[in-house]
């Protein structure tokens, strides 16, 4: 569906997030990325008419999210994100779609592509959601080539600076990316499990000793994440 939208947002990883989401999911066009509200009132009074939606960011410096959207039209279409709960009852004063929680994933982007599309009248053009995570996939850029990626054959992403390894059985993918930005787009299987990795956990063969074993790769586990990565795990003791 043709859609023309915005995002307002002073966070430039979550801008840098959303606007990734967009071009690889949608047929929505991304008028323009604002971040601060200022910049975002003086865009809107000059494209009033070619902005279907925004997805506006609640914690911002100087203008909130809901200081702005109380100077907005009151059709002003919304999809609030922020990483804080607190604010949903207040968000839908306004004429809002959807309430984001951040990190947004993409499982929970597509459910909202679904609300944002039916909102205009007409069923999203994406298939419906795949039951189960392994059924979904990216597309990595390697040089000029975009390679699709299905997720379950994923082993581990193995974080070098500003890049990130994709390792599977048969290839080993180096993408331009930090490992935190991927590890906002991935649900469990995958867990963070140390600074430097992020685990398919449906491809490990043991835990032993701190260490995951996939394969021939033993990958540590660091205090930092061992909670989370032992919440996972032990869903599946028997």
């Known amino acids: 569906m043709n859609l023309s939208c915005i995002i307002i947002?002073?966070?430039?990883?979550?801008v840098k997030l959303l606007e990734m989401l967009i071009g690889q999911t949608t047929q929505w066009q991304l008028l323009t990325k604002c971040y601060n509200g200022l910049e975002a009132l003086a865009f809107l009074k000059e494209n009033k008419h070619k902005v279907d939606f925004i997805f506006l960011d609640i914690n911002m410096p100087h203008l909130s999210g809901m200081e702005l959207a109380g100077l907005?039209?009151?059709d002003t279409k919304i999809v609030f994100t922020t990483a804080y709960s607190e604010f949903a009852a207040e968000s839908y004063t306004f004429k809002t779609i959807d309430y984001l929680l951040k990190p947004i994933t993409l499982k929970r982007?597509?459910?909202?592509?679904?609300?944002?599309?039916?909102?205009?009248?007409k069923a999203p053009v994406a298939a419906p959601l795949p039951a189960q995570t392994d059924q979904e996939y990216f597309f990595v850029k390697s040089g000029k080539v975009l390679r699709?990626?299905?997720?379950?054959?994923?082993?581990?992403?193995?974080?070098?600076?500003?890049?990130?390894?994709?390792v599977t059985h048969t290839d080993q993918l180096l993408i331009y990316?930090?490992?935190?930005?991927?590890?906002?787009?991935?649900?469990v299987p995958f867990v963070r499990v140390h600074n430097?990795?992020?685990v398919n956990t449906k491809q490990l063969n043991k835990i032993q000793d701190n260490h995951i074993y996939i394969g021939d790769k033993h990958i540590p586990v660091s205090e930092k994440f061992k909670d989370g990565f032992m919440a996972v795990i032990n869903q599946r003791i028997f």
Request: hydrophobic share 40%; no cysteine.
């Open 177 to 187: 990316r930090r490992l935190k930005d991927i590890e906002e787009q991935l649900t």
């Open 196 to 198: 430097s990795y992020i």
């Open 72 to 74: 907005l039209p009151s």
């Open 109 to 121: 982007f597509l459910a909202a592509q679904q609300k944002i599309e039916a909102s205009f009248g």
């Open 9 to 14: 947002d002073d966070e430039p990883n979550a």
């Open 148 to 166: 699709k990626i299905l997720l379950e054959h994923i082993l581990y992403f193995e974080g070098e600076k500003e890049y990130v390894r994709v």
